[in-house]
């Protein structure tokens, strides 16, 4: 929102530079986009004020709402424009009725009027200061009291609607032209304004063409409604457009402000154009209007949260520049009401909020937070976050929501949960895999020139099961590429590959209660001969590999891509540790070799040998796998140093080859190998 600073005058009485304002509005958590000092013949010496209001201060998309806020800030009082006194000179034969969706209505027709005047030089220039077009003196009204006041208006020819309004939801395929020549189809989620035979305007986003002002008009209906925030919210989006009305009432505008700006428009508009005015038609439905929310605060936990000293004075004192009524409580507490303008005030936290907000985030004291040591089991998300930290990896966070070609690339041919409203076509799905984030983020770093990265994300992924249920998954899920680690100026690192993702991905199941194993898999965006399923016992629980060369070229990377992901609910961890004493007795290994077919892959080997190598057997190492000359073109010949290690005794010849002929047997049983001599 852009406004000038002078307007702020119409509202309190405050001598502060714009710097100052900026300063003051930013620590009030409210964010300053930039401002601009001007010089206007109307304002005198002005600023233009540019603000980027967050989603639940609806309240601050006004002069209004801002100049609240600085009130409240400098505990000055606040102060609305005097508005002239409207005397009604007919009684209009409209009639008016609305719907739970839109439960408050009012309008007023202004007639006989000189469309030909030009609109007062304040507002005029107030307009232009804040990047508004002017059109004719109607509309240029409008848009000033929803600057001014943030409540949308709308002007109808009279002359044009046909019999009484109504508020109401849309028809199915019902059609309505816009005043912008869109021609939209809407559904019986869209609220519309209808006169007795169709649809005249899109509720709360846009009028309709049909009924629009135009130069040759003499007689307006001029409304000021509220529309429940949840009916106009996604809506404008729907259909690929965004106005200043739809993004004030879908954030929420103040319910008892609509007469107030009914009247403070028709006083405008009767001083600019001239004109009859009849009185005020309205409907409400007042059940379904928001309620004010009593709340309860305690300033000795708010004062313990913030590092403040606070007194309930000042806290009733801040409250009441907010508006928001407060009363002391039996207890000691202090109770306040929610005013009609706040949506974003429903429970303690939100107060002890404002008052760190009244005081100031730059006034907060600074204190070091006393440490707590806790021994409890840490849950499998912070063990797997702790051991790829560890290794050097970086989080992220990406979106839930990604498109529909990153879905085809990484998806395995799920099926999409569709969002119904995206924000852009890159969002328009609910993710099934975390494979796209990492890569999209890792496209956006070699685009900056980060060619090394080690990435991973901890995240939810959404399914679909039986074609209704809504199945959310949490994985965690990494990426590797570039070098091992930068180059210097003696050596050059090598190139990171399969066996380091394969590492890093050991190293995170080390301390998970089954045995974790790895075997072959075709999943169509990994490359068939290095990829693998990731078992933890006999249960699938994720994948690694590398990208696919052919999604590679899709995605214009050069570098090769290493990727894994594992689904956290299907593991579990025993990171409690209990020291174990070493042995002092010397360990001993034997080297040995095996002919085996080339289809049996290690895992199943070093099972083989692990489940017969006795009660000394402490670990196994591959060191070599070899084909060709000398063997079979069937076979392939894999070597391994077995190690036994006692922690009674010295371990003889006869032990280990006892152990030794059990593995030799248990091999060549189970797997139909040989030893190698």
């Not at 050059?492 to 995170?508: I, N, P």
């Not at 956290?568 to 002919?595: G, Y």
């Amino acid at each position: 929102m852009q406004f000038s600073k002078n307007w702020l005058r119409d509202f309190i009485d405050i001598d502060l530079s714009t710097e100052d304002i900026c300063y003051q509005l930013t620590m009030a958590g409210i964010e300053v986009d930039s401002y601009e000092n001007t010089k206007s013949k109307i304002t005198g010496n002005d600023s233009i004020i540019k603000l980027d209001i967050t989603p639940n201060r609806g309240d601050c998309f006004s002069v209004l709402g801002v100049a609240r806020e600085l009130a409240a800030i400098n505990n000055v009082k606040l102060k609305l424009p005097k508005i002239q006194t409207i005397k009604s000179t007919f009684k209009d034969s409209i009639s008016v009725n609305v719907c739970a969706e839109g439960p408050i209505y009012c309008g007023r027709t202004v007639r006989n009027f000189n469309m030909d005047s030009v609109s007062l030089p304040l507002i005029a220039e107030r307009l232009r200061l804040s990047d508004q077009k002017l059109i004719d003196p109607v509309v240029d009204i409008t848009n000033y009291i929803l600057l001014e006041f943030g409540q949308p208006l709308h002007a109808f020819d009279r002359d044009k609607l046909r019999g009484d309004i109504s508020v109401r939801l849309a028809k199915k395929k019902e059609h309505l032209t816009l005043l912008d020549d869109q021609e939209l189809v809407l559904d019986d989620t869209c609220l519309v304004i209808s006169d007795d035979k169709s649809a005249v305007a899109f509720a709360g986003i846009m009028g309709g063409k049909d009924t629009s002002v135009t130069s040759s008009t003499s007689s307006i209906f001029l409304e000021s409604a509220y529309f429940k925030p949840s009916i106009i919210r996604g809506k404008a989006r729907r259909f690929g457009f965004q106005t200043d009305a739809s993004l004030r009432f879908e954030r929420g505008i103040d319910y008892e402000i609509q007469e107030i700006a009914l009247n403070r428009a028709t006083s405008l508009l009767t001083e600019t154009v001239g004109g009859e005015v009849s009185s005020i038609i309205s409907a409400s439905r007042a059940k379904e209007l928001p309620k004010h929310k009593r709340i309860n605060v305690d300033i000795e936990r708010t004062n313990k949260i913030l590092g403040t000293t606070i007194s309930n004075s000042s806290a009733k004192k801040y409250f009441n520049s907010l508006g928001l009524s407060p009363e002391n409580t039996k207890s000691g507490n202090i109770s306040v009401l929610s005013p009609s303008w706040r949506y974003d005030i429903n429970i303690e936290a939100d107060l002890v909020e404002e008052l760190a907000r009244m005081e100031g985030y730059d006034s907060l004291p600074k204190e070091s937070l006393s440490p707590v040591y806790k021994k409890q089991i840490q849950s499998n998300e912070s063990h797997l976050r702790n051991s790829l930290v560890s290794q050097g990896f970086n989080e992220i966070v990406s979106y839930a929501f990604i498109s529909k070609e990153d879905h085809n690339l990484f998806g395995q041919e799920q099926k999409t949960l569709d969002v119904a409203n995206p924000l852009s076509q890159n969002m328009s799905v609910m993710r099934t895999n975390l494979a796209s984030g990492l890569i999209n983020t890792f496209l956006y770093n070699l685009n900056h020139g980060q060619e090394n990265q080690r990435l991973f994300e901890i995240g939810n992924t959404f399914h679909t099961k039986n074609s209704q249920e809504v199945v959310e998954q949490k994985l965690v899920a990494g990426l590797i590429s570039g070098r091992k680690q930068s180059d210097n100026w003696k050596d050059k690192s090598a190139e990171v590959t399969f066996y380091d993702l394969k590492g890093a991905v050991q190293d995170l199941l080390t301390d998970s209660n089954q045995i974790s194993s790895l075997q072959n898999c075709n999943i169509d965006f990994l490359h068939p001969g290095m990829s693998s399923y990731i078992f933890c016992g006999k249960e699938n629980v994720g994948f690694l590999g590398s990208i696919h060369p052919d999604v590679l070229d899709k995605l214009g990377v050069k570098e090769d891509l290493f990727l894994f992901s594992i689904d956290i609910e299907k593991l579990s961890f025993d990171c409690l540790k209990s020291f174990k004493e070493f042995s002092k007795f010397p360990s001993s290994s034997r080297d040995l070799a095996f002919l085996i077919n080339k289809e049996v892959d290690a895992f199943s080997v070093e099972k083989a040998i692990k489940g017969s190598a006795g009660e000394y057997y402490k670990q196994l190492e591959i060191f070599d796998v070899y084909e060709g000359k000398g063997v079979d073109d069937h076979k392939k010949s894999i070597a391994l140093s077995i190690t036994w290690q006692s922690n009674t005794k010295t371990l003889l010849d006869s032990d280990i080859d006892k152990a030794v002929e059990k593995i030799v047997n248990s091999v060549k049983k189970e797997l139909g190998g040989e030893l190698r001599v």
